[in-house]
């Protein structure tokens, strides 16, 4: 992907980039990562905003993200280019998949469920086409970054606030709710407040739950309420989350948060290295240091061990893309990996002690989406439908899940082996042969894109942010962008003196 340094090239009978591309584009994404980080199977849970203060701080449904998304596919279509000299098979890749998903859903066990899921695939295919046919015909992407750089500085806050006592006021708040007053005696809310361990522990034992019920006569306030019991499970899962200390910002919960910054937090240093090119190199260091500092905070905050290791990961490809000397960098990579890791460990020691009672559930689950994926093998059991699937084969001991927690294997499981593959080579080609060939100093953006893609991509093998719009929306439409960039800088054109 090297560029002709001798000419500036253009693409034969294709226009430059518009910047209100970039702008709207930008817009989208900020606005997909602070209302819409709810993944697409709970958006049931998901309730329309009243008030003024509802509408800046709570989550949207996600009809509103999809009008977004109509009328900006709507505005991209009066953008997109009459004629066109870049080909590439490779954009059979995901067609294909869709088409897979498609007849999955026709023969999938909740057909219901499977089209909500269609639609969301059918979003991801159109910003990955857009990012390539559109957005790559911007080089240095300043105006796109601009949205997604402020978006995660506004969740960055928001995480901050919730570690700085921003939970303990949330969790106030929700209890002296309503609903929560009408359903639950104030006794348990009161157990469930001051005690997480417990209320984590009648969630996983059936028998506790039902000692709890009859403890605090839970089954008249839910009879009241109208509420079924499957209701009364996601209000101690909730009651669980916020009862926690692991930050989660603007995202469903603290995993995703880590997924966010390792995907946004590259982009938007440069974005802020940019912004601040009238000031004295020192005091740029500073100012995109500090931001670093603070993502890297956020992450650990989260307690997401996935998010860490991938940190990792994210600091070593940023060392190697840079202007060091080979051994420099080498040794420099080792040492922070050295470093790191034995934070690591030192923070989670605990955690492994007691058996690495998450890692422990998403083998679990695993195992599952494995047989599953064996028993269909040709189109699986339908897009989205690891949670019904996963609830008939689960261990009576086992958390409930609705996802994966493996977007790979989820495909597998949902789509079939065949989709699996096709997903697989969708996200791994392009960044295989876009991988930077300059190093950051030359072609930062490409870098810090490239970066941000790697990292997103590892941290789903444990993790399901392919079915969140706040982290799916950006990372398909930079893929895009960036198979654009290789097939625009790979295609022959003519020079302009």
């Known amino acids: 992907m090297t560029p002709n340094t001798k000419h500036t090239s253009i693409e034969p009978d294709e226009p430059k980039s518009q910047p209100r591309m970039g702008w709207i584009s930008g817009f989208l994404i900020m606005l997909g990562l602070l209302k819409f980080g709810i993944p697409i199977i709970l958006q049931d849970q998901v309730e329309a905003p009243s008030g003024i203060l509802e509408w800046i701080f709570l989550p949207w449904p996600m009809q509103y993200g999809t009008l977004l998304l109509v009328l900006w596919a709507l505005w991209a279509i009066t953008q997109w280019p009459h ?56 080089r240095v992407l300043s105006s796109t970054f601009l949205g997604p750089s402020l978006g995660l500085v506004l969740c960055l806050w928001t995480a901050t606030e919730q570690r700085l006592g921003g939970l303990e006021a ?36 059936e028998t506790l739950l039902q000692q709890a019920i009859e403890q605090f006569h839970l089954s008249s306030g839910l009879a009241v309420a109208g509420n079924l019991p499957s209701e009364l499970k996601r209000d101690l899962g909730f009651l669980e989350k916020i009862g926690k200390d692991r930050i989660f910002g603007t995202l469903f919960y603290p995993n995703a948060l880590a997924s966010g910054i390792l995907l946004f937090l590259p982009l938007t240093s440069l974005t802020v290295w940019r912004l601040s090119q009238k000031l004295q190199v020192p005091s740029r260091w500073l100012i995109t240091g500090t931001l670093v500092v603070w993502g890297v905070l956020c992450i650990v905050w989260s307690g997401s061990k996935g998010g860490w290791l991938v940190g990792m990961i994210s600091v070593a490809l940023l060392l190697l893309a ?12 080792l040492a922070v990996l050295f470093m790191a890791g034995t934070a690591f460990s030192l923070k989670f020691k605990n955690y492994f002690e007691q058996g690495a009672t998450s890692l422990s559930a998403r083998w679990t689950y695993w195992e599952a989406g494995w047989k599953s994926s064996m028993n269909h ?92 719009p706040a982290l799916s929306w950006p990372f398909f439409l930079l893929l895009g962008w960036l198979w654009g960039r290789h097939v625009q800088e790979s295609t022959p054109s003519r020079s302009m003196a």
């Open 83 to 138: 004629r066109t000299r870049r080909r590439s098979i490779f954009l059979l890749v995901p067609m294909g998949w869709f088409t897979l998903q498609l007849a999955s859903t026709w023969g999938s066990i909740d057909r219901e469920l499977s089209w909500m899921m269609v639609g969301h695939f059918l979003t991801l295919l159109a910003l990955f086409y857009s990012g390539f046919f559109l957005l790559s015909r911007d």
């Open 322 to 333: 840079s202007g060091m000397k080979q051994r420099a960098k080498v040794l420099t990579v």
């Open 377 to 468: 093998p040709l189109l699986g059991s339908g897009p989205g439908t690891f949670v019904r699937v996963f609830s008939r084969s689960k261990p009576e001991d086992a958390e409930m899940a609705r996802l994966a927690h493996n977007d790979y294997l989820q495909q597998a499981s949902d789509s079939g082996w065949i989709a699996a593959l096709l997903y697989l080579a969708w996200i791994v080609w392009p960044l295989i042969r876009c991988r930077p060939q300059q190093g950051l100093k030359q072609n930062p953006t490409l870098t810090v894109v490239w970066i941000g893609l790697c990292a997103w991509s590892i941290q789903n093998t444990i993790e399901f942010g392919l079915y969140i």
């Open 170 to 205: 949330t969790r106030q708040m929700i209890y002296s709710q309503p609903y929560w007053q009408e359903t639950y005696p104030e006794d348990f809310l009161q157990k469930a407040l001051e005690d997480p361990l417990w209320l984590q522990a009648i969630r996983r034992d």
